[in-house]
């Protein structure tokens, strides 16, 4: 993880929330077999929120595009 965290790349940081969104559509999909095309409507809504969200929160100083302030954010997942 301190790799990653060392990592002071904003194209890096935003490709990890993308994988982020990526595996949670991934986890929607596995626990909902009965809705046709769940991975890509969960894909879209998940990476909407995300985006959004990254895109305020960096817009208002309040965090900087770095691994080690968006991933802690973007990578709560409830994947029990």
Do not use: W
Request: glycine share 2%; proline share 2%; aromatic share 12%.
């Amino acid at each position: 993880m301190k790799y990653i965290f060392d990592l002071n790349n904003a194209l890096l940081t935003v490709l990890m929330v993308l994988f982020i969104c990526f595996k949670a559509a991934y986890n929607a999909k596995k626990r909902n077999k009965y809705i046709e095309h769940t991975f890509v409507t969960s894909f879209i809504a998940i990476t909407t929120g995300a985006v959004l969200t990254l895109v305020v929160l960096v817009l208002t100083h309040s965090i900087k595009l770095t691994p080690m302030q968006v991933i802690p954010i973007f990578g709560m997942d409830d994947s029990r």
